[in-house]
Structures are given as structure tokens and as C-alpha cells.
């Protein structure tokens, strides 16, 4: 009996050994049947949510364009096209004094695939005299650059990338991972038993998780599926899920998902994930462009993107690279020549993130605004949807520079505490209201509050124009040249209160012609003219213009108590512009599917809406503006042979100063003031003005010069009585009348005059 005891204990013991090796092994295929499934389902359809991808407007070239060799220069760096003698491939360019030679990308437009191709555009001045392709001599009529990649509107967790195939991917990009990261990528199962081993010693003798001896594939799983934790238990999962992954896959599938996946740095609240985003994002250029050492930055970040950024930690980031490269070299994908070029290369990382999200922030959310009508978030975020826009890079480029240095210099000549004033700007088309470039804040790459749409500030006498617009429609009424009492007024408003307005300088100056009481801005001028024409009908006005806000019609409505966004400014001016036409500020153009299929289209929707007799008179009256009123110093920075129309607007206290006009091509607003709404001190024609003159003078917009409608008429009046004149008079103004309704009889200075001495002795003569 005592030996049948430990017999049958060993009996025991291997059954319980066996039914646990049996439960351990269910429940160990029941683990990995899980993880194979969690694979399979992640794998087989979209792996990635694909953010929208926004581009900018591209820039069209044609023979007879205004652009110098410098201007188009500076647009293809912009761009991420380098300079090349050989013009060796896409994305490249060789200027000289008169030509500037340009291998294009190609590009599917929405209108459809523009081809590479090299071309030869040639200059006479500062214009361009012909284009012709360089392959065959032949002329080209119109190209367009590669439209700037401006932004992204990526999902809530940040993530943003830019796919790409393994067939896109430069060889050497290939080839310098798996020598840096797995050199027996090709070899292995998923795993590396001796770099594993290699890694437990290590993390036993620190008694803790210190290395990784991570293959590309686990590399993809933990990117892909895991957390960041070094633990055991991550580790073990990593190893089982790498093996699972290699079981279904091929390796180039899963080199193809690590190249898409890996993450190479940060973007604000933005994660740049992938080698497609990740040579935007650094180098403005396509993966194909890359140089070798921009591979190797690449390559060399995955170590460590926060400690190798090159942005913050350039020396670092430098050895980093050359590391790399010299791996490059050891392993022969590069010879040595290529191999010195590259070590003396700079890192070459743009510093201003042109191909950054955070890029034109204040525009981009323009944009999502205006597809949320159309689009859900999740159409935006997980379907790489491409959106094309109307942003102008250059005039974008323009209204920040100067915002940032005319706001500076403004606080800087009045000893302005730095920072004290903001500013917002927009610029639109003249013609259909597409949105060129907005500027929502000082810091124009600051995503949050955008001035430009949501600042609701009075517009002060920016609403003047819109008062006498009401008048002038009612021409048996009111001309151009009606004499308006400059007088004190008083009037008791609806609560009782009693209204009394003033002047801006607080002086009375006389009966005064409509025309010069808009150019000075006088305030009892346009009250009286709003109370004879009513507050209703000058708020309908508005309307007709295109503001859609809550105001009421009240009458200091007539002095701008009416809150406008800039944005909503450009809209109002916008319609004055283009002759009566109103059409909605548009910042879409087309948007595609990420294969480029068509989704939507934005045409320009155009609608007259006011009549374009009393329109052009306006017009003209904001000429006079900046010729002879409170806007003349506009042409201090315009050349003297520009035209164009605008109008200050300053509110009480000084609070806000505005700036609101157009040539012939552009809409301009500016805004300048303080965000807890103290006074700043400054007017619209000491603190917008100066802005806005500046960014039209860069813009080289086209002389304000419109057609007068077939009910309007000009005639030659005398300044001082308003009645006809002719060369009999010393001071005389030529007048845009409503056809019919100008002045009939002749001054007495007049040649013409029945009742002028000068025309009895000129008939006496005559006989």
C-alpha cells in the first residue's frame, strides 16, 4: 500500500499538469483567436481615418500675366520646388533674368490631370511674354502650379497622415528603414529571437523594461494596436500579434502599413503620422522629392520624435541624421559623393510649417463652416475627401505681413504697451466674393478665436455709404450734389432718452453737398438724410447687401451701431464692388472624393440685389473718399495712378477703427482694435487705413475705373451752387447723375446760363 500511494500522487499530479496544460491551452487559443480576429477586422477594410486634405487656390500662368521672375521664384519655393541646373525630376526649377524654366508636378485638378512636364516661361519686364513646353517647342496658353497643400481637418484624436504606396516610396526610403530598423525584415516571422534575447538581458539587469528589440512588424502593432507603456505584458501581446500578422500578410502589405502608421512628430494638437505627411510637414515637398538626407531625418526620427525634432533640438537632430546617413553609405545604397552632399546639406526643415495644418488656421475654419451645411464630421475626418479652395497664397501672404508690422509699428509710434491692439483682415474677388485670404487674429497661426468671422464689433461709419445709398435711390430726392444741413440735431428716442450726435471734431460746418459729407464723414449730414429716408428702409439696404445679422432700426443705426464681423463687411462692400450684384463670401471651389471623383461643386452664386444707377454714385463717392476726405491718406502708400474706393470707420471712444474698400479686382476690410473693447486712441484713418493701403499697393490690384450704367449720366456742375457749368466757370466738379434728374438749370458763371452776361455778350459777337 505505501507504494501504490506516491504512485498514484504522480498519477494526480500529471492529470492536474494535464488538465491545466489543457485549459491553458484553450485559453490560450481562445486569446490568439481573438487578437487573429481584432487583426483581420482592422486589416481588411479602411485601416486609417483619412483627414480631409485642403488645398489652396493654384496659381494660374499665362502669357500677359503681371508677375516678375522674382515673384514667381519666391511662389515655387512656396511651394517646396528646389532649384536645379538639370531639372532632374518633378518639383524642380532653373531661373535666370528673363526665364524661369519649371519641371511641373503632375496634379489631377478637378477639372483634370495636368501632366509633368517642363516648361519655359519668358519674361519682358515684369510680365510674361510666352510659355512654351521645352520637349518640343510648342506654345502652352495657360498652366497652373500645384495648388499649396494648406491644410487637413483631421479627427478628434489628432491623427493626420497623407497615404502612400509602396510603389511611391523613393527605394532609398525603403531600403535605409529596414537597414536602420530591421535588417532581417525580409528574413524573420514577425519576430527576432536573438534581438529579443538581446533585449531581456538588458531589461533583467535594470530590473525593468529599458530596451526593445522591436522588428518593423512589431513596430507596426504597437503603433497600430498598443499603448506606449514598456510592460511585460505589452511585450508579450506585441510578440503574438507580430507573428499573427506576418501569418496573414506579405511583407510588403505590412512594410506599406508601417510606412502609412509610424508617427514622426507632432503638430500642435496634430499627429503626423506616416512618411507621406511626414516629408509635408518638414520639407513642404512629396515623399517621390525627397533628397537623401531628408530620408535619412525621416528615418533617423523614429528613435525619438520629441528628442530628435529638428525644430527644437537641431544639433541633435543633425548627428541623428548624419548617423543614419553613414548607415546609408556602410550599407551601399548610397556612393560617396551622395553620401558627402548629403553631410554638408543642412537639415533644410522649414521653419514655418508651410505645409503644416496650422498653416492658415483662421481660413481653414472658413472652410469647415462652410461644408457642416453639406458634409457630417465623420465625412470629413475618415474619407481623405479633397477640398479644393479659394485661398490666394500670396494675398494671404500679404494681409498677414502686414497686420503683424503695421499693428507692431502703430503700438510702437504711440508707446503701446506690445500686444495691447489686435487685427483681423479679409480680402475677396470684386466679382464673385470667393474669400482670398483672412487673417483672424496678431498671430496668424493661432487656432482659436477668429476675429475675422467672429468678432462682432459697430462698423461705425463704415455704414455710411448704405445710408446715402437709400437717397440716392430715391433720385427726385436726393443727387450726389443735394445740399444736407450740417446742424445740430436732437431727437428724443424711444425710450426717452435724448439723442444729439456730433461731428467727429465736434464742429458744424455749413450746408454741405451729399458727396463731401460722405467723403468727410460727417455725422448731422447723414442723420438727417437717415430720418428723412427712414431707419427701416436703410436697414433693408443692409440686407440687400448682404448682411443677415439681428440688428434694429434704430436711427443710430446711421452712425454704425450695428455689430459686423470683417467678414460680413467684405460681404456689404463686396455688393457696392461688383456694381449691385451680392454674392455670398465663398472659400470652396470643388470637393472629390479621394480618388478624385466629384462630390460638390461651388459656383459663384450671383443675385443683383441693388439697382446699379444709385450703386455706381455711391461708388463714386467713395472715390472722392480717397481723393479729397478722411481716406486721402490711402494714397501715401498706393502709387499715383491707382484708383480706388473705400471708407474709414471709427466708433465712439475710439474703440474701433476700420478700414473697408475695393479696386476694380479686390475687396479689402481691416479691423484694428483692443479685445476687452477700451479705446485705443485711433481712427480709421490712423489705425486701419494704413494697413489696408499697404496690402492693396502689394497686391498691384486694377484701377477702380467702372462703366457707367445706361441710367446714369455725367455732367459738369459748379461746386458752389450745384447747377450746370462749363468752361465759363472757375470751380467746377464733373457729377454722376440719375438720367434725368441732374441739375437743369445753368449756374450764372456759365457760358450756357439763359440769364449770364457772358452769353448776351458772347450772342452779341456771334451776330
Avoid at 129 to 153: C, E, K, N, Q
Avoid at 200 to 210: I, K, P, Q, S
Wanted: hydrophobic share 40%; glycine share 10%.
Amino acid at each position: 500500500m505505501a507504494r501504490r500511494k506516491p504512485r498514484t500522487l504522480r498519477i494526480a499530479l500529471a492529470s492536474a499538469l494535464l488538465v491545466a496544460l489543457s485549459l491553458g491551452l484553450v485559453v490560450l487559443s481562445t486569446y490568439l483567436l481573438g487578437l487573429d480576429r481584432e487583426i483581420r477586422e482592422r486589416f481588411a477594410g479602411a485601416r486609417w481615418a483619412l483627414p480631409a486634405q485642403v488645398y489652396a487656390a493654384p496659381m494660374e500662368l499665362y502669357t500677359g500675366l503681371d508677375i516678375a521672375p522674382t515673384e514667381l521664384v519666391h511662389e515655387l519655393n512656396r511651394l517646396g520646388y528646389r532649384e536645379d541646373p538639370r531639372l532632374s525630376g518633378p518639383g524642380s526649377f532653373l531661373p535666370s533674368r528673363t526665364q524661369v524654366d519649371i519641371h511641373l508636378r503632375e496634379f489631377a485638378f478637378w477639372d483634370g490631370l495636368q501632366p509633368a512636364q517642363t516648361l519655359a516661361v519668358r519674361f519682358g519686364g515684369d510680365s510674361i511674354t510666352s510659355i512654351v513646353r521645352v520637349a518640343d517647342g510648342a506654345p502652352v496658353d495657360i498652366f497652373r502650379l500645384d495648388p499649396m497643400l494648406i491644410g487637413s481637418i483631421f479627427p478628434s484624436h489628432g491623427e493626420d497622415r497623407v497615404l502612400v504606396r509602396i510603389d511611391e516610396v523613393p527605394p532609398l526610403l525603403v531600403k535605409g528603414l529596414i537597414a536602420v530598423e530591421d535588417r532581417q525584415f525580409y528574413g524573420h516571422f514577425g519576430i527576432s529571437p536573438r534581438s529579443i534575447l538581446r533585449a531581456m538581458v538588458a531589461n533583467l539587469r535594470a530590473g525593468r523594461v529599458v530596451q526593445g528589440g522591436s522588428t518593423i512588424t512589431q513596430q507596426l502593432v504597437k503603433n497600430f494596436f498598443l499603448s506606449n507603456r514598456q510592460t511585460w505584458a505589452r511585450k508579450i501581446n506585441e510578440a503574438f500579434m507580430a507573428l499573427l500578422i506576418e501569418r496573414h500578410y506579405d511583407k510588403d502589405q505590412i512594410l506599406e502599413a508601417y510606412l502609412n502608421e509610424v508617427h514622426l512628430g507632432q503638430d500642435g494638437s496634430r499627429a503626423v503620422h506616416g512618411f507621406g505627411l511626414g516629408a509635408r510637414f518638414y520639407f513642404n515637398k512629396p515623399l517621390e522629392e525627397l533628397e537623401p538626407q531628408e530620408v535619412a531625418l525621416l528615418v533617423g526620427l523614429i528613435k525619438g520624435t520629441s528628442y530628435y525634432n529638428p525644430r527644437r533640438n537641431a544639433e541633435r537632430a543633425l548627428a541623428r541624421r548624419d548617423l543614419v546617413l553613414g548607415v546609408f553609405f556602410e550599407d551601399g545604397l548610397i556612393d560617396e559623393a551622395a553620401y558627402q552632399r548629403a553631410l554638408a546639406a543642412p537639415l533644410g526643415v522649414d521653419g514655418g510649417r508651410i505645409g503644416g495644418a496650422e498653416r492658415y488656421p483662421a481660413f481653414v475654419e472658413l472652410v469647415k463652416r462652410q461644408l457642416r451645411g453639406q458634409y457630417d464630421d465623420a465625412d470629413l475626418t475618415d474619407e481623405g475627401l479633397r477640398i479644393f479652395t479659394t485661398l490666394n497664397p500670396r494675398a494671404q501672404e500679404v494681409l498677414e505681413r502686414h497686420i503683424v508690422e503695421s499693428v507692431a509699428e502703430i503700438e510702437r509710434s504711440r508707446k503701446m504697451k506690445p500686444q495691447t491692439l489686435q487685427a483681423a483682415g479679409v480680402i475677396t474677388s470684386a466679382d464673385g466674393g470667393e474669400v482670398m485670404a483672412l487673417v483672424g487674429g496678431r498671430d496668424v497661426r493661432y487656432a482659436g478665436f477668429n476675429r475675422a468671422l467672429d468678432s462682432q464689433r459697430p462698423i461705425g461709419s463704415l455704414v455710411k455709404p448704405f445710408v446715402y445709398l437709400t437717397a440716392l435711390e430715391r433720385p427726385g430726392e436726393f443727387n450726389l450734389h443735394s445740399i444736407l444741413p450740417d446742424e445740430p440735431i436732437e431727437l428724443r428716442l424711444p425710450h426717452g432718452a435724448l439723442w444729439a450726435p456730433r461731428n467727429y471734431d465736434k464742429q458744424f460746418h455749413g450746408p454741405q453737398p451729399l458727396y463731401r459729407a460722405l467723403a468727410q464723414s460727417y455725422n448731422l449730414p447723414t442723420v438727417y438724410t437717415g430720418l428723412q429716408v427712414g431707419a427701416e428702409q436703410v436697414l433693408r439696404t443692409i440686407r440687400r447687401a448682404g448682411y443677415e445679422g439681428d440688428a434694429q432700426a434704430l436711427p443710430s443705426l446711421f452712425l454704425g451701431a450695428i455689430g459686423m464681423s470683417p467678414l460680413q463687411v467684405a460681404e456689404i462692400y463686396g455688393t457696392l464692388a461688383a456694381g449691385g450684384f451680392q454674392a455670398p463670401p465663398s472659400a470652396i471651389r470643388e470637393v472629390q472624393t479621394k480618388d478624385g471623383e466629384p462630390l460638390s461643386r461651388y459656383p459663384i452664386a450671383v443675385r443683383q440685389t441693388l439697382p446699379d444707377g444709385p450703386v455706381y454714385l455711391v461708388g463714386w463717392g467713395l472715390q472722392r473718399v480717397v481723393a479729397e476726405g478722411t481716406g486721402r491718406g490711402v494714397y501715401a502708400a498706393l502709387p499715383g495712378s491707382a484708383v480706388v474706393a473705400g471708407k474709414t470707420g471709427t466708433t465712439d471712444d475710439y474703440r474701433d477703427s476700420w478700414f473697408a474698400g475695393f479696386s476694380a479686382d479686390r475687396v479689402a476690410v481691416v479691423w484694428v482694435g483692443r479685445d476687452d473693447n477700451q479705446p485705443t486712441g485711433l481712427s480709421g484713418s490712423s489705425g486701419a487705413l494704413p494697413v489696408w493701403a499697404r496690402v492693396m499697393r502689394d497686391l498691384r490690384v486694377r484701377n477702380f475705373d467702372p462703366i457707367p450704367p445706361a441710367s446714369v449720366e455725367t455732367l459738369r456742375v459748379d461746386r458752389l451752387t450745384g447747377q450746370r457749368a462749363d468752361e465759363g466757370c472757375a470751380e467746377t466738379i464733373e457729377v454722376p447723375f440719375m438720367v434725368g434728374w441732374g441739375p437743369q438749370e445753368w449756374a450764372p458763371c456759365a457760358y450756357g446760363g439763359e440769364r449770364s452776361p457772358l452769353r448776351w455778350l458772347r450772342d452779341i459777337f456771334e451776330r
